[in-house]
């Protein structure tokens, strides 16, 4: 009996050394991820594969400091892991690109992946890398429209970027264009730290702007508790990019489901394990797109939401 119960750590060691192993390369911290990550692994487990039992994952987060990223991409690269998953947009993906031509990439991103360079084709990636297209720069005018529909005296809308996110520039760009289409002036507000977002949400109410975009940045969602605390402290209609702000208390998200991409990412990498190129499995483009509006913090701020668009929320949280 004893020989049989010593031996078993060493089975388990040698099972898990012959488990193939994911890179999970994640651009913002673990913590306010987890939800995202479990969907993740549900994916993977509905291809066959549960962590800990026939498949490995190695987890590396930059913490919001985006110029970690390439290291620790060319750190999973190094382990020489099956395939490396990416989330946080094109930073990490366009970082593990660079780090690697051979090992299977599946990125999520919020652009177009064909202009980025990521792929050739949504159809036919054509590469060692494919994934999940989460729509980010696309929806910067319909929530700029939905401000307006909620605070239409507002004559600025205040637009809180990261200059440290690759892909705010074109989300600026989009949204300073936006609200010149709706008559609005757009204030860009930067911030890449939590004291920073603190002095940019003083100089938001300094400037007297009547409403905020909060822009698409994966350390904006890592801080929407502080960042939602901050909009109800200086009573500051906001509109953000994922549900989990306005779950946090945020008023009101419109975008895709990051709990989907994450579950897409799973099932495409568990898929590529099992044999599949990621050069013959398309991008996701995901189709749904969700409004929801937290009454809540509409009464805390005083704020009546139109019938019209409580029409078309897909979830009001009271």
């Known amino acids: 009996m004893l020989g049989a119960a010593a031996a078993w750590p060493v089975a388990a060691r040698a099972q898990q050394a012959t488990m193939p192993v994911v890179g999970f390369l994640g651009t913002a911290s673990a913590g306010p991820f987890a939800h995202l990550v479990a969907s993740f692994r549900r994916g993977l487990?509905?291809?066959?594969?549960?962590?800990?039992?026939?498949?490995a994952i190695e987890y590396r987060w930059a913490e919001g400091q985006y110029d970690r990223v390439p290291a620790l991409a060319a750190d999973l690269v190094r382990r020489q892991v099956a395939v490396i998953v990416t989330v946080g947009g094109e930073t990490s993906a366009a970082a593990t690109m660079g780090a690697t031509a051979t090992i299977p990439i599946v990125?999520?991103?919020g652009g177009d992946p064909v202009k980025m360079g990521l792929?050739?084709?949504f159809a036919r990636p054509g590469g060692n890398a494919t994934g999940v297209?989460?729509?980010t720069t696309e929806l910067v005018e319909k929530r700029l429209g939905l401000l307006r529909d909620l605070v239409p005296a507002a004559t600025t809308v205040a637009v809180l970027s990261n200059p440290n996110f690759a892909p705010a520039v074109a989300n600026v760009r989009e949204a300073e264009a936006a609200a010149r289409e709706i008559g609005k002036e757009a204030m860009i507000f930067n911030a890449s730290s939590d004291a920073e977002i603190e002095t940019a949400f003083a100089n938001i109410v300094q400037a007297r702007s009547g409403a905020l975009l909060v822009g698409?940045?994966?350390?904006?969602?890592s801080r929407r508790g502080?960042?939602?605390a901050l909009a109800a402290r200086h009573a500051i209609p906001a509109i953000y990019e994922w549900r989990e702000f306005a779950e946090a208390g945020g008023l009101i998200s419109y975008g895709t489901s990051l709990v989907e991409a994450y579950r897409q990412q799973g099932i495409y990498a568990g898929r590529i394990l099992k044999g599949e190129k990621p050069a013959d499995l398309p991008v996701v483009q995901l189709s749904k797109f969700e409004l929801?509006?937290?009454?809540?913090?509409?009464?805390?701020?005083?704020?009546?939401i139109p019938p019209s668009v409580l029409a078309i929320a897909d979830q009001v949280i009271e």
Not at 45 to 55: A, L, S
């Open 216 to 221: 698409a940045d994966p350390f904006f969602n």
């Open 45 to 55: 487990q509905e291809t066959g594969f549960v962590e800990g039992r026939n498949v």
């Open 119 to 121: 792929v050739t084709s």
């Open 107 to 109: 990125f999520n991103v």
């Open 226 to 228: 502080l960042i939602v």
């Open 292 to 304: 929801i509006i937290n009454l809540n913090a509409a009464r805390a701020l005083g704020l009546a």
């Open 133 to 135: 297209n989460i729509f």
